[in-house]
């Protein structure tokens, strides 16, 4: 009986410090490596990989979750998130309440993930080719590559191990079916899917529910 007793208040007190203190164990983890965010924001399952360029941004906005542990998430992760801008002036943003769980995103010019996105296991989001087309040029450290801006805008849903490219925008509330490549935009409220991705379906939704969502009133 003493025993149980004594496991019980031992139990109870891990389980305060780790709510009390691995918030800012996170926090601090996370402004250690230059992300703007702010204390109780960002919930770190297993410690992401972060690498940020000089005079670049990466932005975490409240109720994000980054899961970079496997044991958290059955669906299996194959490496922890990595967030990494490449060039000055790149953006790497990450909306309210949005989970990446093994989520790869690299931001030569700007990624922007939106409120409410949920990022499948393994994903990767890449605002450049990183490498130039013409064989000749990749010789050269000093080659140019193109970048343009990926979006993915609110309430989007990402399937696991889908690849999104530059230039992409995904539309509100569209869903990528898993292991998806993508390489033009997919307008809000589809679905699409393969490689390339291609237009699946139209997805059915409440317009009172959806104007609620996207245009609160004040």
């Known amino acids: 009986m003493i025993v149980r007793k004594m496991y019980k208040a031992f139990h109870k007190l891990v389980n305060f410090g780790v709510k009390y203190f691995k918030p800012k164990f996170d926090f601090r983890y996370l402004i250690n490596n230059g992300v703007d965010t702010k204390l109780n924001y960002v919930v770190l399952n297993g410690k992401p990989t972060i690498s940020k360029y000089p005079d670049s941004k990466i932005i975490i906005e409240s109720g994000v979750t980054l899961v970079s542990d496997t044991k958290d998430n059955v669906a299996g992760i194959n490496h922890?998130?990595?967030?990494?801008?490449?060039?000055?002036?790149?953006?790497?943003?990450?909306?309210?309440?949005?989970?990446?769980s093994g989520v790869t995103i690299c931001a030569?010019?700007?990624?922007?993930?939106?409120?409410?996105?949920?990022?499948?296991?393994?994903?990767?989001?890449?605002?450049?080719?990183?490498?130039?087309?013409?064989?000749?040029?990749?010789?050269?450290?000093?080659?140019k590559t193109k970048s343009s801006p990926v979006i993915i805008d609110d309430y989007a849903w990402i399937g696991g191990n889908s690849i999104i490219l530059k230039g992409v925008r995904i539309g509100r509330g569209s869903v990528v079916g898993a292991g998806s490549v993508v390489t033009k935009d997919v307008p809000d409220f589809e679905i699409h899917a393969g490689n390339p991705?291609?237009?699946?379906?139209?997805?059915?939704?409440?317009?009172?529910?959806?104007?609620?969502?996207?245009?609160?009133?004040t």
Not at 81 to 99: C, H, M, P, R
Not at 203 to 213: D, G, R
Request: hydrophobic share 35%.
């Open 80 to 100: 922890p998130v990595i967030l990494a801008t490449l060039s000055e002036k790149a953006i790497i943003y990450i909306g309210k309440d949005s989970g990446l």
């Open 108 to 143: 030569a010019t700007s990624v922007s993930i939106g409120t409410y996105v949920g990022l499948g296991v393994n994903v990767s989001i890449y605002d450049t080719d990183f490498h130039p087309i013409d064989p000749f040029e990749r010789r050269y450290e000093d080659y």
């Open 197 to 217: 991705a291609r237009f699946i379906k139209k997805i059915e939704h409440n317009h009172e529910t959806h104007n609620n969502l996207f245009n609160p009133r």
